[in-house]
């Protein structure tokens, strides 16, 4: 594939398919159509090479599909989970299909835990470029007067408090770096007022704020935003279909795409915010949810 061709498929955020350009015959025309290969050997001109990139709960869903995704445009990727079997297991699956990646256990609700994860990535790859600030979870719906105390506080201290953790101790790299972009993992729930997850939206509106904050605080070297998905094909949603006992086919119903979303096209909408095209974002929140809720 030629340069320039690498160039605009990159733009287009499916560069990382190693030039799968197949002709599909339409009523019209030949048109060429990019078409998803598995994954492949990081190409030699990738759009991230020689960064390094640290992403917090990629062991599964949107965090595992975003590593895969940077590794295979060239990055190096430190990332983090609870669950070591899974970590280990994309660690490998990174490797064997070419790329650079390292799984460490860490716990994003606590400090010491973040600050060893952030401090071993800066030791193990010598610089920090990105951070995705994903790691979150969810709890079965509750009106406020039934949540459990523990249950608002373990949400808060995942999602939002985890967040705050990964940005204070990313930051002072990337400053000393002269550079750097956070991605924060936000959700329509932090923008939309659902019932029955109070500490579910408080958490996520806290990671849109912060993230403003910080991107007022750190604005002249580090470029700082938050992504808002709506309801993505990952272990989370089948946890919400389950305890929300709904069909996908309720899930969707208002949303103007009327499908869930893939992983993927979460990933896409980081790697651009992470990339200098994205050169003059910051402070920004970012939705990707088919269309939303109006
Ligand atoms: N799927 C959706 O519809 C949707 C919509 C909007 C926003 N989001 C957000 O997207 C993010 C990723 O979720 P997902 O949908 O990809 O679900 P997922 O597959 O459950 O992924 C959650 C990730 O976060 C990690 N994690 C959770 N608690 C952690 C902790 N204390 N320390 C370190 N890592 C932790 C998990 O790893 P371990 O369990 O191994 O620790 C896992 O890798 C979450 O912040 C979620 O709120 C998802």
Not at 266 to 284: C, F, I, N, P, R
Request: charged share 25%; hydrophobic share 40%; glycine share 10%.
């Amino acid at each position: 594939m030629s340069k320039s061709r690498r160039q605009i498929l990159a733009g287009l955020g499916v560069a990382g398919v190693t030039g799968a350009i197949y002709t599909q015959k339409t009523a019209s025309a030949d048109v060429q159509i990019p078409v998803a290969a598995e994954p492949t050997k990081v190409e030699p001109q990738a759009r991230f090479a020689n960064k390094v990139v640290l992403i917090t709960g990629a062991t599964s869903g949107i965090g595992k599909e975003t590593a895969k995704n940077f590794a295979q445009q060239g990055a190096k990727v430190f990332f983090c989970g609870r669950r070591e079997n899974l970590g280990k297991q994309v660690e490998q699956e990174i490797r064997a299909a070419g790329g650079e990646a390292t799984y460490m256990r860490a716990d994003v609700r606590k400090a010491e835990e973040v600050k060893a994860f952030v401090d071993a990535c800066v030791a193990k790859y010598g610089r920090l470029d990105i951070a995705f600030n994903n790691a979150g979870i969810d709890y079965p719906p509750q009106p406020i007067a039934n949540t459990k105390v523990e249950e608002f506080d373990d949400l808060m201290s995942t999602n939002a408090r985890g967040v705050f953790l990964g940005m204070k101790y990313e930051i002072p790299y990337m400053q000393k770096a002269g550079g750097g972009a956070i991605i924060n993992m936000a959700s329509i729930g932090g923008d939309r007022a659902f019932p029955n997850i109070i500490g579910y939206g408080a958490s996520k509106a806290a990671v849109i704020h912060m993230t403003k904050m910080a991107a007022q605080e750190y604005g002249q070297t580090i470029r700082i935003n938050a992504i808002l998905p709506g309801a993505i094909d990952t272990p989370m949603l089948d946890r919400v279909k389950r305890d929300w006992k709904v069909t996908e086919e309720q899930l969707i119903a208002p949303y103007p795409m009327k499908r869930v979303g893939k992983p993927e096209e979460v990933t896409k909408l980081v790697m651009w915010l992470a990339d200098d095209e994205a050169s003059y974002v910051s402070g920004g929140e970012f939705s990707v949810d088919g269309g939303g809720l109006g």
